[in-house]
């Protein structure tokens, strides 16, 4: 299995950023996605998630009404939209894939390697 993360960039307060996970390597019909953020000396932690299917939709507290998480089965990816985007935000951004209904990153068997989201203020 194998998740290619990219879209991450520079903005400003206010700005917006589409994030998104190719993935490959088997058949992910029933998998779970989910996107997670690292700031620096802090912990992993979780942003949204969502089904292939296109269910099982939640999102952290502190992305709600911003952040929009979506699939393009056809071309196996998932997206990230990140609006209104504040200095909080700024973080590297992880997919990442599971088989259950579950916001904990130790939960995910595979993780794509992160695409950094700087938001300036």
């Known amino acids: 299995v194998q998740l290619q993360a990219s879209g991450g960039g520079l903005v400003q307060a206010g700005g917006s950023l589409r994030l998104s996970c190719k993935a490959s390597g088997r058949t992910f019909d029933r998998d779970v996605m989910g996107w997670f953020r690292q700031a620096p000396g802090k912990e992993r932690e979780f942003v949204a998630r969502?089904?292939?299917?296109?269910?099982?939709?939640y999102y952290a507290d502190s992305v709600k009404g911003r952040f929009t998480i979506s699939t393009d089965n056809s071309k196996n990816t998932i997206h990230l939209q990140m609006n209104s985007l504040k200095a909080e935000d700024t973080a590297l951004y992880y997919c990442?894939?599971?088989?259950?209904?579950?916001?904990?990153?130790?939960?995910?068997?595979?993780w794509g390697q992160g695409t950094e989201v700087t938001v300036s203020s």
């Open positions: 990442a894939v599971t088989s259950t209904n579950t916001i904990r990153p130790n939960h995910y068997h595979y």
């Open positions: 969502i089904r292939w299917l296109g269910d099982w939709i």
